[in-house]
């Protein structure tokens, strides 16, 4: 362990608390877990991806912990820091990687003991599958980064979970608050989850990969979802995901409006701005 | 040249042209090309890409050709065969790359001469851009290729079209009526198209690339999109492409409601139904 390693707890061993882990070992920090399944332990000790772990609240690694993650759906993160938060040492630094901030952040923040801070942020990584033995922290090379910081976050904490997110490997760190992200976050992540959705629901032809090209499966490559977790997110962020839903149903039918009338000017003008709009995404690193 | 090398005529040497001729010269058959930009000639002339090229409807090629594959816009190949048809002697067999069949296929067999079949196919496979700079003949490793016969095609002329979709690289040949092939079309890759329209339409905030993950990037790839062809091949097939749009709107509604009301039964229900059905898709070689 050099000097600037430190000591960091991920609770929850799944696919990112998992891609976490191996990004954050492979930096030379220690690491020690906390996970419900005893599996997700033995797959993680004797893969080399954690240093320690435990399937029970380990008080050593809470108190012991200079930075902890929390990789775990939003209900349970906070019913953890309702039963545990107390055993944080001042001084630790409590990050997470929750899909949904406006219903967490605050709530998490009024529960830690003096001295202990929550700073949010959600790394823009993942997988269509789930459990450590899927994880992989190659996803997030290039990926963006979210910090997503309250007026009672100190700018040192600000500048540690942005070096937390260098650190995973990311391209490119951002800041939102916790409205800013949950808006955003309706339209990027969560209304394209049930674009996919809707659409695999759309068609019960069970021939359909015979014929298929790429467009087809990049657009449902996401409707492969956890149900349990992708229900509560949209549930908590139901405000703005709804409204989201709606903006683009208002596109797409005045799309399907102009197609059906032959008014193929507003088609053009429209595949043009898409065109135009998309192309900004090339500028960046990925495609 | 084998024995078994054909002479193979690609009118229209773009993206998609310019992909089957690296392909078919890659397996030693004598590619000559008729296209109307001298750059694309030459480009591919002195890539090797083709044997033989002419801006000019060259009478040679046509009158000695094997087969003619046609890469145009749907109704560019409609004129072209009006035009120029006549030229191809008997035994000749046409075929071709368009997106969309009701409106293409009997006419294009109605103006050809006796003797000269044309077999219509559709390669599942492309990109995001266009030109034969952009062309790539490994974009059909695995992908499909629809052979889409009428009553009036031969049982030889139909292995042909199959031979050649092998010869192309394509992992999968299947076979489609026209009717069937639009209605598929149209649900797989054109309304795809209209989503990833509507959904860069709906948001015009240039800062997203600053926050996306790999979802939106993969549900908008084809939001750059060739306005002069997809509002041809959206025009010619608008019957069924907008059934399709309202079928999907239908369910992504049903969706919308659902969350808003806290109906997550119905949610769950949508996400297990997408996970199971998109499962299928990865019992194929490609994700």
Tied chains: 1, 2.
Excluded at 153 to 167: F, P, V
Excluded at 169 to 186: C, N, T, V, Y
Excluded at 217 to 223: G, H, S, V
Excluded at 247 to 261: C, G, N, P, V, Y
Aim: aromatic residues 8%; negative net charge.
């Amino acid at each position: 362990m050099n000097d600037s390693s430190k000591r960091i707890l991920i609770v929850g061993l799944g696919l990112m608390g998992g891609s976490y882990a191996k990004a954050l070992k492979s930096k030379g920090h220690h690491i020690t877990a906390i996970t419900l399944d005893r599996d997700s332990v033995d797959y993680a000790l004797s893969n080399g991806i954690i240093d320690e772990g435990d399937t029970e609240v380990n008080d050593g690694y809470v108190e012991s912990c200079d930075i902890a993650v929390f990789a775990l759906y939003p209900h349970t993160f906070i019913e953890w820091i309702k039963n545990h938060g107390r055993l944080f040492r001042p001084g630790t630094l409590i990050t997470d990687v929750t899909g949904v901030k406006g219903s967490v952040v605050g709530e998490v923040q009024s529960l830690l003991p003096e001295g202990v801070e929550f700073i949010s942020a959600h790394p823009m990584a993942g997988r269509e599958s789930s459990g450590i033995i899927n994880s992989d922290c190659s996803v997030f090379k290039n990926a963006n980064y979210i910090v997503v910081p309250t007026e009672k976050n100190t700018e040192r904490a600000i500048r540690t979970c942005e070096w937390l997110g260098r650190e995973l490997g990311f391209g490119r760190i951002s800041q939102l608050s916790p409205d800013e992200h949950d808006k955003m976050i309706a339209f990027l992540s969560q209304l394209t989850h049930c674009i996919a959705v809707a659409l695999m629901c759309a068609n019960d032809d069970e021939q359909i990969c015979n014929y298929t090209g790429d467009s087809f499966r990049d657009l449902t490559r996401i409707a492969k979802i956890n149900e349990t977790m992708w229900s509560e997110l949209f549930s908590l962020n139901k405000k703005y995901l709804v409204d989201e839903i709606d903006s683009f149903t208002e596109q797409l039918s005045r799309l399907r409006e102009a197609i059906d009338k032959d008014d193929f000017d507003t088609v053009k003008s429209m595949m043009i701005k898409s065109t135009e709009r998309r192309k900004t995404f090339d500028k960046d690193r990925r495609k």
